[in-house]
């Protein structure tokens, strides 16, 4: 087993190595390109089991991370028992989710998807939003909206989401042009007397549908039109024989949301340590305070 730099990648074998082993886009070379700051992979000479290690670098430090637009990482292969000693020794510092509970001391995560097959109910509380959104004449279609639904995410989302600084907005432009390009990209839009008032992103990846980002305006919004927008690709993809994959945020609000329309909690497992010199931990501590206070602010706005 060996680190390989994204420079130095096979790109068509590891992407072989993610699609036969029934990996998710996150583990994608295209998709990492888009999202990582770096990455690497730690990957034996066959390309027969290995694992994607997006990270960052700071004041000379490593750390292994998550991504945003990402919900975890992915081990590939047979079990590897150096694989938390290797990963510490390479990265002082680390948080990062992971399928599978592959390192010791993981934490439990869920999110929450609807299976074919498996009996796909809603409750009350989403049959009266739907009711409510058909008696709102907001019509959704399909379309190619993507930038007049990036400058509602822009305007709108990003004042209340903190992750979604600058970084994370090119970010996830750059991975909207590298899924479009591979026909991967579902948008759905919806319109008022012929008005724009926001969109959704989704991804279609294998046998998965994958809900990426949306953003609508305040009046779309009180309609219902994300309950009416999930119910009709989740409907679809029950049809396909495809799962449907509610994302990954940790928001009880959102959970609750997807639950409501039928969404089943799967569990992941999230990871951390810090072995970073103690004058780089201050920096951190300095830093975490000062985004926590900024979130506060937000939530009080």
């Given at each position: 087993m060996k680190i390989i730099e994204r420079a130095d990648l096979n790109t068509y074998k590891w992407d072989a190595l993610v699609e036969r082993s029934g990996g998710t886009v996150f583990s994608c070379s295209f998709y990492l390109d888009a999202v990582a700051e770096n990455w690497c992979v730690l990957v034996d000479d066959s390309y027969t089991m290995g694992m994607a290690l997006p990270y960052t670098v700071r004041a000379g430090q490593r750390m292994l991370c998550t991504p945003v637009f990402v919900r975890y990482l992915e081990w590939f292969g047979t079990e590897y028992a150096e694989l938390s000693n290797l990963?510490?020794?390479?990265?002082?510092?680390?948080?990062?989710?992971?399928?599978?509970?592959?390192?010791?001391?993981?934490?439990?995560?869920?999110?929450?998807?609807?299976?074919?097959?498996?009996?796909?109910?809603?409750?009350?509380?989403?049959?009266?939003?739907?009711?409510?959104?058909?008696?709102?004449?907001?019509?959704?279609?399909?379309?190619?909206?993507?930038?007049?639904?990036?400058?509602?995410?822009?305007?709108?989302?990003?004042?209340?989401v903190v992750s979604l600084d600058e970084?994370?907005?090119?970010?996830?432009?750059?991975?909207?042009?590298?899924?479009?390009?591979?026909?991967?990209?579902?948008?759905?839009?919806?319109?008022?007397?012929?008005?724009?008032?926001?969109?959704?992103?989704?991804?279609?990846?294998?046998?998965?549908?994958?809900?990426?980002?949306?953003?609508?305006?305040?009046?779309?919004k009180k309609s219902g039109v994300m309950y009416s927008v999930m119910f009709d690709k989740i409907n679809a993809s029950?049809?396909?024989?495809?799962?449907?994959?509610?994302?990954?945020?940790?928001?009880?609000?959102?959970?609750?949301?997807?639950?409501?329309?039928?969404?089943?909690?799967?569990?992941?497992?999230?990871?951390?340590?810090?072995?970073?010199?103690?004058?780089?931990?201050?920096?951190?501590?300095?830093?975490n305070t000062f985004f926590r206070q900024k979130i506060s602010s937000i939530q009080k706005m």
């Open positions: 990963l510490k020794k390479y990265f002082k510092r680390a948080d990062i989710c992971v399928r599978t509970p592959v390192l010791s001391d993981g934490k439990d995560l869920i999110y929450q998807e609807i299976l074919p097959g498996k009996g796909w109910k809603t409750n009350e509380l989403t049959g009266r939003m739907l009711k409510k959104f058909a008696r709102s004449g907001i019509q959704i279609s399909t379309g190619e909206n993507t930038d007049q639904i990036l400058s509602i995410i822009r305007t709108e989302l990003s004042k209340k970084k994370a907005l090119n970010r996830l432009e750059n991975l909207i042009v590298a899924l479009s390009e591979r026909e991967m990209l579902q948008i759905t839009i919806a319109k008022e007397d012929n008005v724009f008032l926001g969109g959704a992103f989704f991804i279609h990846f294998g046998e998965r549908l994958i809900y990426l980002k949306s953003a609508f305006l305040e009046e779309a029950m049809e396909r024989n495809n799962i449907f994959d509610f994302g990954g945020s940790r928001v009880p609000t959102v959970r609750q949301f997807n639950r409501n329309l039928g969404g089943l909690d799967q569990t992941y497992y999230q990871f951390t340590w810090d072995n970073s010199p103690f004058w780089f931990k201050m920096i951190v501590f300095l830093r």
